[in-house]
């Protein structure tokens, strides 16, 4: 490798930064460690790197600075001193650079002659990398110029991307003949005799293309080194044949835990649980990703802090050209968050099945419930319709009847001295006899005996004339001839729906009739009832859950559920020209849906 020995003009061709920064440290580094002086001429960050890796060698660059015998110059600020109208001021370049050399040459006479200079320029390499070869080269021989009154080793660095034509390579090879030596190097080039001059062009261009392609490689393989110790969500490294960790990115010590220092050398089944090692599962992996290419699968894996994650892997196998294993390329994803959400997600849904199961069970429970509670309902308006015309009834009737003969009494004895008496009496009569109606009335509306009795059929009438004597709507009633009687759960639903329709024409359509429609369809029964009024309000419409029909009963939701209970259905029609509410309900295995849901 090159060092610092003897005066020579050193030519350098280079494809990166840290080549070119490696040789430039042992020339100038050589030069200082034993007493020699040195000149570098050079951009800011090729400077900075220099004196780092100077310090790091133990050489103490400011003492040398201040003895006179190492002087830096900023090569992008220097260059412009010399360029006139875009080409090299020779004057300017020798008082210049020769001025630098005069300088420190003096400080060496004075101290000892055998003293030498080690200079670098880059000079050129910025004139070639700005497309200007010609001037480039003109730089160079100005060099060799001063090379012939100063006695100095001058290294010159050449990046490799301007020697692809030979229009370049012409005069750079012509100049490089006249240098005082070349110094034999890897990466430099050594010219001798005119005769060689046709095989050194292409030489030259045989190792600028190498250089390039190495460049372009390093650089490709650079890039995507650092990609991969970036990439932080991804556990990537390498395993050799035998399954041992080469390589640990970032994301491997993210996810895994282990430093590159702590796992570097470890077989990959660490990572894996107990039962997964007893089992082989490490060793088989690797043999299907030898064998197939590619290896996948997702498990539980355990971090050096004892955690299990679950992780989703890749195993894939490399191979050279020949087929040869030389290892495998392993990703690892952590998959735990998703795999908790996903149960989260299954819990989620789990829970909201069991909420609906329990929902419906709590609607057939309600109804249940609420069919019990109608059920109750009627048994007690039976009951308390009984009791109103066996007990209170009689009470009454008795009454009227000990009143009516106290009346008699009083009119036989004293005809002209008790008429008040007399007239008095008969109110009592008569407010008996209307309150023995109004008994009958009730208990006959609670639970008509004559529905339980006679039947539907009969009981409609009956309870119409009723209606019509203390609303003052006519009604008109039509029914099937061979319409027999229904289930006895049947009927009172229905006659319920006659209630509640009939309550709410009286109430609400302002109808001065209504018309009862009762009849069979199939194994159906039908019961209509129909109004000429102004019709049901449309948000009373829209709002079906409101009891928009009034009491007796327990309004339109208790009619639907009755209905639905025994397997029937309401519907509610209604226009400006009137409404027609109808009930229908099957009359065979009716009692099944009661215990259904």
Same mark, same amino acid.
């Given at each position: 490798?090159?060092?610092?020995?003897?005066?020579?003009?050193?030519?350098?061709?280079?494809?990166?930064?840290? @080549?070119?920064?490696?040789? /430039?440290?042992?020339?100038?580094?050589?030069? /200082?460690?034993?007493?020699?002086?040195?000149?570098?001429?050079?951009?800011?960050?090729?400077?900075? &790197?220099?004196?780092?890796?100077?310090?790091?060698?133990?050489?103490?660059?400011?003492?040398?600075?201040?003895?006179?015998?190492?002087?830096?110059?900023?090569?992008?600020?220097?260059?412009?001193?010399?360029?006139?109208?875009?080409?090299?001021?020779?004057?300017?370049?020798?008082?210049?650079?020769?001025?630098?050399?005069?300088?420190?040459?003096?400080?060496?006479?004075?101290?000892?002659?055998?003293?030498?200079?080690?200079?670098?320029?880059?000079?050129?390499?910025? /004139?070639?990398?700005?497309?200007?070869?010609?001037?480039?080269?003109?730089?160079?021989? *100005?060099?060799?110029?001063?090379?012939?009154?100063?006695?100095?080793?001058? *290294?010159?660095?050449?990046?490799?991307?301007?020697?692809?034509?030979?229009?370049?390579?012409?005069?750079? *090879?012509?100049?490089?003949? &006249? +240098?005082? =030596?070349?110094?034999?190097?890897?990466?430099?080039?050594?010219?001798?005799?005119?005769?060689?001059?046709?095989?050194?062009?292409?030489?030259?261009?045989?190792?600028?293309?190498? /250089?390039?392609? &190495?460049?372009?490689?390093?650089?490709?393989?650079?890039?995507?080194?650092?990609?991969?110790?970036?990439?932080?969500?991804?556990?990537?490294?390498?395993?050799?044949?035998?399954?041992?960790?080469?390589?640990?990115?970032?994301?491997?010590?993210?996810?895994?835990?282990?430093?590159?220092?702590?796992?570097?050398?470890?077989?990959?089944?660490?990572?894996?649980?107990?039962?997964?090692?007893?089992? =082989?599962?490490?060793?088989?992996?690797?043999?299907?990703?030898?064998?197939?290419?590619?290896?996948?699968?997702?498990?539980?894996?355990?971090?050096?802090?004892?955690?299990?994650?679950?992780?989703?892997?890749?195993?894939?196998?490399?191979?050279?050209?020949? =087929?040869?294993?030389?290892?495998?390329?392993?990703?690892?994803?952590?998959?735990?968050?998703?795999?908790?959400?996903?149960?989260?997600?299954?819990?989620?849904?789990?829970?909201?099945?069991?909420?609906?199961?329990?929902? +419906?069970?709590?609607?057939?429970?309600?109804?249940?419930?609420?069919?019990?509670?109608?059920?109750?309902?009627?048994?007690?308006?039976?009951?308390?319709?009984?009791? *109103?015309?066996?007990?209170?009834?009689?009470?009454?009737?008795?009454?009227?009847?000990?009143?009516?003969?106290?009346?008699?009494?009083?009119?036989?004895?004293?005809? &002209?001295?008790?008429?008040?008496?007399?007239?008095?009496?008969?109110?009592?009569?008569?407010?008996?006899?209307?309150?023995?109606?109004?008994?009958?009335?009730?208990?006959?509306?609670?639970?008509?005996?004559?529905?339980?009795?006679?039947?539907?059929?009969?009981?409609?009438?009956?309870? @119409?004339?009723?209606?019509?004597?203390?609303?003052?709507?006519?009604?008109?009633?039509?029914?099937?001839?061979?319409?027999?009687?229904?289930?006895?759960?049947?009927?009172?639903?229905?006659?319920?729906?006659?209630?509640?329709?009939?309550?709410?024409?009286?109430?609400?359509?302002?109808?001065?009739?209504?018309?009862?429609?009762?009849?069979?369809?199939?194994?159906?029964?039908?019961?209509?009832?129909?109004?000429?009024?102004? =019709?049901?309000?449309?948000?009373?419409?829209?709002?079906?859950?409101?009891?928009?029909?009034?009491?007796?009963?327990?309004?339109?939701?208790?009619?639907?559920?009755?209905?639905?209970?025994?397997?029937?259905?309401?519907?509610?029609?209604?226009?400006?020209?009137?409404?027609?509410?109808?009930?229908?309900?099957?009359?065979?295995?009716?009692?099944?849906?009661?215990?259904?849901?």
């Amino acid at each position: 490798m090159l060092g610092y020995d003897h005066p020579a003009h050193v030519v350098e061709l280079y494809n990166d930064d840290n @080549l070119l920064i490696d040789v /430039l440290t042992r020339f100038i580094g050589g030069a /200082l460690a034993i007493g020699d002086a040195a000149i570098v001429i050079a951009t800011k960050p090729h400077r900075m &790197e220099l004196e780092r890796r100077l310090l790091a060698h133990g050489l103490d660059t400011a003492k040398a600075t201040l003895q006179g015998r190492y002087v830096v110059l900023d090569a992008t600020e220097t260059l412009p001193k010399f360029m006139v109208n875009g080409s090299v001021d020779e004057t300017r370049f020798n008082d210049i650079i020769g001025g630098v050399l005069s300088r420190v040459q003096s400080v060496l006479y004075n101290n000892n002659k055998e003293r030498r200079i080690a200079a670098f320029g880059e000079l050129v390499a910025l /004139l070639w990398a700005e497309g200007k070869p010609q001037q480039a080269i003109q730089v160079e021989q *100005l060099w060799n110029d001063l090379a012939k009154k100063y006695s100095f080793s001058l *290294l010159c660095a050449y990046p490799v991307t301007g020697f692809n034509n030979d229009q370049n390579i012409e005069p750079f *090879l012509k100049m490089c003949q &006249e +240098h005082s =030596g070349v110094v034999p190097n890897e990466g430099s080039l050594q010219l001798s005799s005119d005769e060689e001059r046709l095989r050194s062009i292409a030489e030259l261009q045989q190792r600028t293309q190498v /250089l390039e392609r &190495e460049l372009e490689l390093r650089q490709s393989e650079e890039r995507f080194r650092l990609l991969v110790e970036a990439v932080q969500d991804y556990a990537i490294f390498m395993l050799d044949p035998e399954g041992h960790v080469s390589s640990w990115n970032i994301g491997a010590e993210r996810i895994k835990g282990y430093k590159p220092s702590e796992i570097i050398g470890s077989h990959f089944s660490r990572f894996y649980p107990e039962e997964d090692k007893k089992s =082989g599962k490490p060793a088989w992996e690797l043999v299907v990703a030898a064998k197939e290419g590619r290896f996948e699968d997702e498990g539980w894996r355990i971090r050096k802090d004892g955690s299990r994650f679950w992780a989703n892997v890749v195993i894939t196998a490399v191979k050279d050209k020949s =087929g040869k294993l030389l290892g495998f390329a392993k990703v690892t994803r952590d998959f735990t968050e998703r795999i908790r959400i996903q149960e989260a997600l299954e819990k989620e849904v789990a829970e909201k099945r069991e909420a609906q199961r329990q929902l +419906h069970n709590s609607e057939k429970s309600l109804r249940q419930l609420s069919l019990n509670l109608l059920r109750t309902q009627d048994e007690e308006r039976r009951r308390i319709g009984r009791d *109103l015309h066996d007990s209170l009834g009689q009470y009454l009737a008795v009454l009227k009847m000990k009143l009516e003969s106290l009346a008699s009494l009083i009119h036989e004895k004293t005809q &002209e001295k008790e008429d008040a008496a007399a007239h008095e009496l008969a109110q009592c009569v008569s407010l008996t006899e209307d309150s023995i109606k109004e008994v009958r009335t009730v208990a006959y509306l609670l639970y008509p005996p004559m529905l339980e009795e006679m039947g539907l059929k009969s009981a409609i009438p009956w309870y @119409l004339d009723g209606f019509s004597a203390r609303s003052g709507i006519t009604t008109t009633f039509e029914a099937e001839t061979n319409f027999d009687r229904l289930p006895r759960e049947v009927e009172l639903a229905l006659f319920r729906v006659l209630q509640e329709s009939l309550t709410n024409v009286h109430r609400h359509s302002g109808s001065r009739i209504a018309h009862v429609c009762l009849r069979m369809e199939g194994a159906t029964g039908v019961l209509e009832i129909e109004d000429k009024g102004k =019709g049901v309000p449309l948000q009373l419409m829209e709002q079906s859950s409101q009891d928009w029909m009034g009491s007796p009963g327990v309004g339109v939701r208790g009619m639907n559920e009755r209905m639905r209970q025994l397997g029937g259905r309401l519907h509610l029609i209604s226009s400006e020209s009137g409404t027609l509410v109808r009930a229908t309900i099957p009359t065979i295995g009716s009692h099944l849906h009661s215990s259904e849901s």
